[in-house]
């Protein structure tokens, strides 16, 4: 025979992308952010990245050196990790809280279940709701604001430190309570809400205060389309997170009644474009159907806005995506596509 064919078992077809390269490309992606976070917060921003980096990959080499399993800090997803999660937290949070963070994302969330691949959520989001229950003040309290922007200065006058979610939150509700409060402080108080109206500059370029990744929305969104360009995530969760985020923000956000809620605003503040172009696409922790991925990001927009708008947190990406990780087994089972000639039983 001119021909030898070889017989193996499957899998028969191979992906030229490693754990490695994707991760890569993911490291990639963020540096963007990485940049603006140091011109806007200053030399901090990078020292809190180091720190959190840096114990997510000693605190993965520690565990399966005693674990007796192989180091896997080459594929580096420990780093993405460590950068996902400091991407959370603001810039003058102590450092030894990012240390701390680093240790629970790779020892509970994610060696704990057995490593890469096994981890039922976000290791990244699960360290920032461990941190943000153990020290809500330091991860709620925004001292330093960003260089320039006219949205930060007015802010400023009614809420020192307050990222444009919590300004408006608290603003709405002095407006809604004015009896309560005084003149000056309404008068206060509606002032933030006309600004916030017109800050989609600031949001958008990152003007404002709040976690050291998710201020500019313009350097999330260049790092998303170099990794939609890569083919690393889809379009499903990403643009169907925030779309329901926008459309019920519309619907129930406004003072005035229906359809009067601000939805520009709602999708360029906080931390919705990094969540769901980063952290709702984790190939681990999202699902795996098409159809899976659309419902799992209208949940992650349900949940988010529920929480922006009636919750305690201005802020409910983190803990929609941390909700919805936990029905991907679910939704895998219940939207798995029927084989070719399946017939359903009666």
Not at 159 to 178: R, W
Not at 213 to 225: N, P
Request: net charge positive; aromatic share 10%.
């Amino acid at each position: 025979m001119d021909k030898l064919f070889r017989v193996s078992s499957s899998p028969h077809l191979y992906d030229k992308d490693s754990v490695q390269k994707i991760m890569l490309y993911v490291i990639i992606a963020l540096l963007p952010a990485l940049a603006g976070s140091f011109y806007f917060f200053g030399p901090r921003a990078l020292w809190v990245v180091a720190a959190t980096v840096a114990s997510c990959v000693i605190t993965e080499a520690v565990l399966e050196k005693m674990m007796k399993k192989p180091v896997t800090i080459n594929d580096l997803s420990a780093v993405v990790t460590g950068m996902l999660l400091a991407y959370n937290l603001p810039a003058e949070i102590p450092i030894w809280m990012p240390v701390l963070g680093g240790i629970f994302a790779i020892g509970i969330a994610k060696q704990a279940f057995g490593g890469l691949g096994y981890n039922p959520v976000n290791p990244a989001l699960a360290a920032r709701a461990f941190m943000l229950a153990s020290w809500p003040v330091q991860m709620t309290v925004f001292k330093t604001l960003p260089r320039g922007g006219t949205l930060s200065a007015t802010m400023v006058d009614v809420f020192s430190g307050a990222t444009p979610l919590n300004a408006l939150k608290q603003s709405l509700n002095i407006v809604k309570h004015a009896d309560a409060f005084s003149v000056e402080k309404v008068v206060g108080a509606s002032r933030t809400i006309r600004a916030l109206q017109d800050s989609y500059s600031d949001l958008f370029f990152g003007k404002v205060g709040g976690c050291l990744g998710e201020t500019s929305a313009i350097l999330l969104l260049i790092g998303a389309a170099f990794l939609m360009y890569r083919r690393i995530i889809g379009w499903r969760i990403p643009f169907t997170f925030i779309a329901t985020v926008g459309i019920l923000a519309w619907m129930f956000g406004g003072q005035a009644g229906l359809f009067s809620g601000d939805a520009i605003f709602h999708i360029l503040a906080g931390g919705l474009i990094l969540g769901a172009f980063f952290m709702a696409t984790d190939m681990v922790t999202s699902p795996i159907t098409p159809k899976g991925q659309i419902y799992f990001g209208a949940g992650c927009g349900v949940i988010a806005i529920v929480i922006r708008l009636i919750g305690g947190y201005p802020e409910g990406v983190s803990y929609s995506i941390l909700l919805m990780n936990l029905t991907v087994p679910l939704l895998n089972r219940y939207t798995k596509p029927r084989i070719l000639g399946e017939r359903k039983k009666k």
